[in-house]
């Protein structure tokens, strides 16, 4: 999986590498898991599904005030749930232990922004019809109308973290880099006019524009269609009929504009379209 390097707000987290489960997570694994019943079955018997994810990664999976576990992917996750007929229970684990409980059986899927781009990953797991889209977007202050297209920043400064893949675009682009540490510093040098433009994640960059509706900032310009990535449910190989329950699911959910509403409720607008 690529890992989106998302500078601040929105947690760096979308596709890392994942590593072993601590011992907590393993402690409360899934008894449904565990049990070694198929997931096929428990769909089939209206059962209850268990779902790996972080639950700090705003706006797609975290705790709201309330101290009630929400976010895109999660409210995603319990839509297909209630279009299968099916109970979701949540399993809040680290980043670098998902993947990795997801093929020991601890979970039957996860839900968290992943998007499956590497060959390891692709031979392990399944990915269903994507939920969200998103790719390099870029900022500017809504008085700033040069920039039409990538090429156009070309000696302009772009605010960005040297080590970043928006960075190294920056500089295949010829701007000006000027480092900073995150997102948010990047945006706030825009803003003091001692850069003008920084590129990252477009759900980042729509998270950050919906929160702070009064910026001042502007997108000026958004990866086509066919630089986009699509993050869906993620399940273990060879669960193919239980797959194409879920996809099923997701499909009438796109249909009757309820991932819609979900997109325009944490995003602004709907990114279960390219």
């Known amino acids: ?13 979308v596709l890392a590498a994942c590593g072993g489960e601590s011992a907590q997570t393993a402690a409360s694994a899934p008894v449904e898991a565990k049990a070694g019943a198929s997931l096929i079955e428990r769909l089939n018997s209206k059962g209850v599904i268990t779902v ?14 309330s101290g009630k576990l929400t976010g895109y992917d999660v409210e995603v996750t319990r839509a ?23 093929k020991a059986g601890r979970f039957d899927m996860v839900a968290n922004q992943v998007s499956l781009t590497t060959p390891e990953r692709q031979a392990t797991f399944d990915k269903s019809e994507p939920y969200s889209w ?3 977007m870029m900022l500017v202050r809504q008085d700033d109308d040069r920039i039409k297209q990538p090429s156009d920043i070309k000696g302009l400064k772009a605010a960005q973290t ?6 190294e675009r920056a500089v295949k682009e010829q701007a000006e880099v000027v480092p900073v540490d995150g997102m948010a510093q990047a945006l ?33 310009w958004r990866a086509p269609a066919e630089e986009k ?10 669960q193919d009929e239980a797959m ?31």
Not at 1 to 13: E, N, P, W
């Open 1 to 13: 999986m690529l890992k989106k390097i998302v500078l601040g707000g929105i947690a760096a987290v």
């Open 52 to 65: 790996g994810t972080e639950g700090t990664y705003a706006p797609f999976t975290y705790h709201d005030q």
């Open 80 to 102: 297909v749930a209630e279009k299968l007929g099916v109970q979701v229970e949540f399993k809040e684990t680290q980043w670098d232990a998902m993947l990795a409980g997801l």
């Open 134 to 136: 998103s790719g390099p």
């Open 162 to 167: 040297l080590s970043s893949n928006y960075g």
């Open 188 to 220: 706030t040098l825009i803003q003091q006019k001692r850069a003008d433009v920084t590129l990252n994640d477009s759900l980042a960059l729509l998270d950050y524009l919906k929160k702070n509706p009064n910026s001042g900032l502007k997108t000026a």
């Open 229 to 238: 990535l699509g993050a869906g449910l993620i399940l273990n190989k060879n």
């Open 244 to 274: 194409a329950k879920i996809n099923g699911a997701l499909v009438e959910l796109k249909q009757d504009g309820t991932l819609k509403k979900l997109g325009e409720q944490f995003f602004g607008e709907d990114i279960s379209v390219k």
